[in-house]
């Protein structure tokens, strides 16, 4: 199912770039191939440490859901069209339930409780509270406190501080 979600997710992004004349930035590469050098060594880094195990594959989907919700956290900061706002709540709302469900799975298989390894850990916990089909802070909010933005790869890539 996430699977399938994500394609959508990138179809909505693949409409706003038709929609506002703009260069694909996936173009033809192949799955694992990016442009963006620092995309291409996280990706990298991420790829190798979920290959070791079932456990380190889920942790490093939930990390990917973390960063993906600062980076469109950061985009809404960074735009006033409306359209892209609302694609890109949707899209926190997304990965907010996305990461609920690895959380989840991670518990279920393992019994470990998943630390949050870059959102902070109030908004973390705003997202655990949340519904599945309904982001954590229950209307798609940015889940950050007035004035702050997000800090993804559009940022400072980097583990998040209690």
């Given at each position: 199912?996430?699977?399938?979600?994500?394609?959508t997710?990138?179809?909505?992004?693949?409409?706003?770039?038709?929609?506002?004349?703009?260069?694909?930035?996936?173009?033809?590469?192949?799955?694992?191939?990016?442009?963006n050098?620092?995309?291409?060594?996280l990706?990298?880094?991420?790829?190798?440490?979920?290959?070791?195990?079932?456990?380190?594959?889920?942790?490093?989907?939930?990390?990917?859901?973390?960063?993906?919700?600062?980076?469109?956290?950061?985009?809404?900061?960074?735009t006033?069209?409306?359209?892209?706002?609302?694609?890109?709540?949707?899209?926190?709302?997304?990965?907010e339930?996305?990461?609920?469900?690895?959380v989840?799975?991670?518990?279920?298989?393992?019994?470990?409780?998943?630390?949050?390894?870059?959102?902070?850990?109030?908004?973390?916990?705003?997202i655990?509270?949340?519904?599945?089909?309904?982001?954590?802070?229950?209307?798609?909010?940015?889940?950050?406190?007035?004035?702050?933005?997000?800090?993804?790869?559009?940022?400072?890539?980097?583990?998040?501080?209690?």
């Amino acid at each position: 199912n996430i699977a399938n979600s994500e394609q959508t997710h990138m179809d909505n992004l693949l409409r706003l770039l038709n929609r506002y004349e703009l260069i694909d930035p996936v173009q033809e590469n192949p799955i694992g191939i990016f442009a963006n050098a620092e995309l291409q060594t996280l990706y990298d880094e991420m790829i190798a440490q979920g290959s070791h195990s079932l456990l380190d594959a889920l942790r490093v989907a939930a990390a990917i859901e973390e960063i993906d919700i600062l980076d469109l956290q950061a985009g809404v900061a960074e735009t006033d069209k409306a359209d892209i706002q609302n694609t890109y709540l949707n899209l926190i709302a997304g990965s907010e339930n996305h990461l609920r469900a690895f959380v989840r799975v991670i518990e279920r298989q393992t019994g470990e409780t998943y630390v949050p390894q870059y959102l902070p850990s109030d908004y973390y916990a705003t997202i655990l509270e949340g519904e599945i089909g309904r982001s954590g802070a229950g209307q798609g909010s940015l889940g950050l406190a007035a004035g702050e933005r997000g800090q993804g790869l559009r940022g400072t890539r980097g583990p998040a501080q209690p």
